[in-house]
């Protein structure tokens, strides 16, 4: 990371910085195969209404297979959190060969398990059989292997008394009660974590909020003491921070959306502001909950997709995001998972979202054991056999001048035009409006190591790949500006 911490930096570095990166959803629930927090915060039915509200948003690779499982039952899952075959040097490697730049952990999910040697809670992995700071030992492997480290914290903590009143029912208030006089002490127990967290573990390269949204945030508070201890980390927007309002010092520097990719460029001119996905929650409480859904989907759609848009901004109008998706579904361990991505598909994920100008962050869940699927780490592996030959129309890179056609998708650098070219495309392709942007009569295919012909018509760019080997996933090449 840079020496410096200026928004400006920021925004350079989240612009242009590592486009590929590992997330990493692990915890006390990976021991009973359930999904993180979410099972005993919103129980079957709101969870059941959930997924099928986030399915009518168009959000349509989210699966929360709705396993009951109590509170007392889901709480007594440190007693059994061995992690017999943690090895965070084996996750780092597996990151590093397939190609990511970075490492996001939970640090603590909703249900306020923490991974970290924290002063303020008995409930973490060094006060289990396991009996080790997690977020240690990943981070001192993620310098040792050159790999940037993300902590997500999640602003909800449904195991501190503070948050809310635990002799009710979770899914009535698991939002939190800030009303409440405990409130106040729940908020100093997470400056302390946040504190914690941000001098005690070395260089951050991010910070990942999750679920922090609305006016019981203090984004002064917390965000400044982000930026005080990590001048350099790059924040994400789920503090409710992305607004020009904000301080620039103190504003988010990405946008978050989940399990999709926006269908433009996302920019500052066009954004409709922060919106609250928490209300989603609010909503699926309510009786008439559907009819609620249809009257405010477009709003909360707007979270995850942008309208579609083939122009390109400019340079002070983009606004830096990553897209977070997992391999099947859900998020933590799953032994019940039907599919899982291949490769192949997370590459066309890695182009689609990097020729917005987007990182992608995609997601492993460790098994209870601490070991990392094989299906998981053959497909990463996969990408990585192919970044370590195209991987240079991705890192570093950002949008491309030319956007919205059928066949190819393009990435930019200051020197050179990448145009990655789908499996589907014909032999000769043509790409409209790129002619302005290259030079010359010849692209470089990468995977073969050899020059394709780039014929000029008019605005228009035709590349000839027909006696050239084409990658079976996804075909780039480098042209000059």
Known sequence: ???????????????????????????????????ASWPVMLGPELQRRFIEALHRMGVAEVEMPVKPVTLRDYESFPQR????RFDAAEWVDLARDAGQGYLVLTTKHHDGFALFDTETTDYKTTNTPFGRDVVREVTEACAA??????????APDFHDEGYLDRGRPLPENFLGEPDRPAWAGFLDRMERQVDELCTDYGDLYSWWWDIGF???????????????????????????????????DLRADFLTPEQSVPKSIPRWSTYPGPTDPTMLFALIQQDNWEELLEQVAPMLR?????????????ADDFMPWEACMTFGG?????????RCKTGAEIISDLVETVSRGGSLLMNVGPQGDGSIQPEFQDALRDVGRWLAVNGEGIDGTTFGPVQGQEHVRTTATDDHVYVHVLATAPDRVRVEGLAAHVAGAAGRVL???????????????????GRIPRDPVMTTLRLAR
């Not at 006016?215 to 921070?241: C, E, M, S, T, Y």
């Not at 859900?330 to 039907?338: G, H, K, S, V, Y």
């Open 302 to 314: 707007a979270h995850f997709d942008a309208p579609p848009d083939p122009s390109v901004p400019d």
């Open 81 to 84: 959190f061995t992690a017999e």
């Open 214 to 248: 609305g006016p019981q945030w203090d984004i002064d508070r917390f965000h400044g003491l982000v930026r005080k201890h990590q001048p350099d980390a790059l924040v994400n927007d789920r503090l409710g921070a992305l607004s020009t309002a904000v301080d620039p």
């Open 447 to 465: 995977t073969a190591d050899a020059d394709a012909t780039v014929e000029h018509d008019g605005d228009a760019v035709v590349i000839d790949l």
């Open 1 to 35: 990371m840079g020496n410096g911490g200026s928004a400006d930096q920021r925004f350079d570095r989240a612009a242009a910085g590592r486009k590929f990166g590992m997330f990493v959803h692990w915890g006390a629930y990976s021991v009973g195969g359930v999904e």
């Open 330 to 338: 859900q998020w933590a361990f799953n032994p019940d998972l039907e």
């Open 145 to 154: 292997g050159g790999v940037g480290f993300g902590a997500y914290f999640s």
